[in-house]
């Protein structure tokens, strides 16, 4: 498995930006999938975004598509989700997960990822 450690997050005004970067720990980061999921207070914890392990393929959730974009360096072990346009409602705590690349790896699962992050709140003021 992999260690995953989260920055970025912050308290920004809706239209705003930010970039979330995540960390991984590992030589072998390159044949990971990853992927970003949110929760909110109350809520359960939701897909935002997912990236294959050669970049080649990247999945989005509705609610963030136009307005985020995940990405990844494999020679820096890190992976980015950019956020734009941001809204109140993109308040919550973003965590990066990661799974080994593999057959019937569905993104937007979070029982599809075994290595978890501790996370990073992001606040978005109207």
């Known amino acids: 498995q992999v260690q995953l450690v989260e920055s970025g997050g912050g308290l920004v005004q809706a239209g705003g930006s930010l970039r979330l970067s995540c960390a991984a720990s590992?030589?072998?980061?390159?044949?990971?999938?990853m992927g970003w999921f949110r929760q909110a207070p109350g809520k359960e914890r939701e897909f935002v975004a997912a990236i294959s392990w050669s970049a080649g393929s990247t999945y989005y959730a509705d609610s963030v598509k136009g307005r985020c974009t995940i990405s990844r360096d494999n020679a820096l072990n890190t992976v980015y989700l950019q956020m734009n346009s941001l809204k109140p409602e993109d308040t919550a705590v973003y965590y990066c997960a990661a799974n080994p690349a593999g057959a019937g790896w569905r993104p937007q699962y979070s029982n599809n990822y075994k290595s978890w992050g501790q996370g990073t709140q992001v606040t978005v003021s109207s």
């Open positions: 590992g030589r072998t980061f390159s044949t990971y999938v």
